[in-house]
């Protein structure tokens, strides 16, 4: 999805200064809030059933 976002849409920022690069940061960023679970769904849940 992010390979069909045009390079003028990202803007660098230090540590990723080209479109590629700010695609492979947005990649590691989507899939470590995939792969990192949500310790805070446990918490919503208990509060509904209060």
Known sequence: MLADVCDDWFEPV???ET???LR?????F???RRDGGRPWL???RAEAGA
Do not use: D, S
Request: aromatic content about 6%; proline content about 12%; glycine content about 6%.
């Open 42 to 44: 446990p918490e919503v």
């Open 24 to 28: 492979e940061r947005y990649v590691a």
């Open 19 to 21: 479109a590629t690069a």
């Open 30 to 32: 989507l899939a470590a």
């Open 14 to 16: 230090p540590g990723a």
